[in-house]
């Protein structure tokens, strides 16, 4: 069974950055594509990036293209993300998901299994 842990969260001012990470479980993260997605409150959940499984191909949405960075380490079985110039409108529950697939996806409904959320929180 895989497992996915996120930290890396908080309270940061407009501007400012914060690194996301994920530890995962399980004998199967080297050939999944992972994601992070984002919710906040009364919205429903939104993709922000993808990596395949090798890091060789990543895509970003374009409301965090230029801004966030998605990578991998798959020695140690954790997947990052990198978040530079934070806007109040970042502010939200972080997840980090796994898929099936080894090659990136931008649907909630290509990821199998997710964490239980970390909390970034943005101030103007």
Known sequence: QVQLVESGGGLVQAGGSLRLSC??????FSSAAMGW???????????VASISWSGGNT???????GRF?????????????????LKPE???VYYCAQSTSPFWRRQVNGYT???QGTQVTVSS
């Open 59 to 65: 895509v970003h949405a374009d409301s965090v293209k």
């Open 113 to 115: 299994y997710w964490g």
């Open 90 to 92: 970042d502010t939200a």
């Open 69 to 85: 960075s998605i990578s991998r380490d798959n020695t140690k079985n954790t997947v990052y993300l990198q978040m530079n110039s």
């Open 23 to 28: 530890a995962a479980s399980g004998h199967t």
């Open 37 to 47: 997605f984002r919710q906040a409150p009364g919205k429903e959940r939104e993709f």
